[in-house]
């Protein structure tokens, strides 16, 4: 089975940083991909790691221990455009993907 | 690239009609669609793996005959809701899986199709 955690909710203001953790406890892994999702829409892509270390794109970063089952999504220089649910989602055996409940960011002025 | 639509975006049917949602890759092949539900303020669930060619692999608890899949080209998915309720009201999320994607590949979502049954 899927064990996948992150937080409820998160709240922070413009301009500054915000750190998403989600661990994960998993049979098989291929890899971990972080999404966000407006609300009423589809979720888009962010991010995928699938070896230890740190991924960067831009304002966005995610990071990756497999040995810890541990990922985090690093939202840097936030804007009002990024309150948003963050997903964290692990992909196993034949591509499925396996998301957390997802987190609520919400940026204040 | 990598554009996924369905179709309708919106549903409101009466309870014990059926409905039909289609999700499409428009500008790729896909072999494997997944198709998703959503409840309000939760995570998406998957519902079953869709196959161009052959039968879907369903989720344990999904009932395949109240939610049928077909995946008839590389490109189009379908999924009926049978003698739909009240209950069956969530928002249903396709994705696809380009053919020729590499291990790294994401899947690709379409916008979602709103459900309501009255």
């Known amino acids: 089975g899927q064990n996948i955690d992150q937080p409820t909710e998160m709240t922070a203001t413009e301009g500054a940083i915000v750190q998403i953790n989600c661990t994960y406890q998993?049979?098989?892994?291929?890899?971990l991909f972080w999404y966000q999702q407006h609300a009423g829409e589809a979720p888009t892509f962010l991010s995928y790691?699938?070896?230890?270390g740190l991924e960067e794109k831009g304002r966005f970063s995610s990071f990756l221990s497999r040995s810890k089952g541990y990922s985090y999504l690093l939202l840097k220089e936030l804007q009002m455009k990024d309150s948003a649910s963050y997903l964290c989602?692990?992909?196993?055996?034949?591509?499925?993907?396996?998301f957390g409940a997802g987190t609520t960011v919400t940026v204040r002025a | 690239g990598a554009v996924v639509s369905q179709h309708p975006s919106w549903v409101i049917c009466k309870s014990g009609t059926s409905v039909k949602i289609e999700c499409r890759s428009l500008?790729?092949?896909?072999?494997?669609m997944f198709w998703y539900r959503q409840f309000p303020k939760q995570s998406l669930m998957l519902m079953a793996t869709?196959?161009?060619?052959?039968?879907?692999?369903?989720e344990q608890g999904v009932e395949k005959d109240k939610f049928l899949i077909n995946h008839a080209s590389l490109t189009l998915s379908t999924l009926t809701v049978t003698s739909a309720h009240p209950e069956d009201s969530s928002f249903y999320i396709c994705?696809?899986?380009?053919?020729?994607?590499?291990?790294?590949?994401?899947?690709?979502f379409g916008p979602g199709t709103r459900l309501l049954v009255l």
């Open positions: 989602a692990v992909r196993g055996g034949g591509y499925k993907l396996s």
């Open positions: 790691n699938v070896l230890d």
């Open positions: 994705s696809a899986r380009p053919r020729l994607a590499g291990f790294q590949e994401t899947q690709y």
């Open positions: 998993t049979s098989g892994f291929n890899g």
């Open positions: 500008d790729f092949q896909a072999t494997t």
């Open positions: 869709s196959n161009e060619g052959s039968k879907a692999t369903y």
